[in-house]
């Protein structure tokens, strides 16, 4: 852009970037989530996302449940949250959680009638046109298929697809549907060894930071 004096005008700052890890799930999804959030660590250089399945009008507590397993500090998602850091975003019932171009948090209304809400497909879609290489998706524990074509998007852009194995899924439909999908899984991987996986993928911010030279991403205070 080139200003009234004439002079070219500083670029407008872009949004600040980070991993973010995205644990989609339905049936069995709370277990399977629990076991790889509480192998992570507080210092991890990753935002992270958590989307289970759930009815509009139940009052969710899962990230009551889910921060007592982990050493991350977990919290519902609201609108215009930023990503950050070694913090856990969870999708409320009745929302469906989205990323905007920014990479803030956006919830809309998911109405009573299905798709499956929350949508994995529309978190994943909108994460993966707003953060690209950055996105890991984990597909974990679900029936149905929600979060295959978000899956095929993240993949699309760049991103990292995981999911379970069938021995180790409660409930292999979500994501065999994404590994049904031609070629775009990256990892097929026991559920026990998916938080070390993600861990080979963004390491803690202190190794991050060596390896980039510089200081990561912070999160807003607590």
Known sequence: MVSVTGLPEPAAPGPE?????????????????????EALPPDLAAAVLVLQHIAPDYKSVLPEILGKRTG????????????????????PPGRHLLVTKDRLLALIPSGPYPPSRPSADLLLVTLAVAAGPDVVAVILSGRGNDGATGATAVHRFGGTVVTTDADTSNHFDMPGAVIARDAI??????????????????????????????????????
Not at 17 to 24: D, K
Not at 25 to 31: E, I, K, M, R
């Open 17 to 37: 970037t980070c991993p973010v890890i995205a644990l989609v799930s339905s049936a069995g999804g709370l277990t399977a989530t629990a076991l790889v959030l």
């Open 72 to 91: 991350l500090t977990v919290e519902p998602a609201y609108d215009g949250q930023r990503l950050a850091l070694g913090r856990v975003a969870v999708a």
């Open 185 to 222: 899984v990256d990892h097929i991987v026991p559920l026990n060894q998916v938080a070390p996986l993600l861990l080979d993928l963004v390491g803690p911010q202190q190794r991050r930071d060596q390896q980039h030279g510089g200081q990561a991403l912070q999160g807003r205070p607590s």
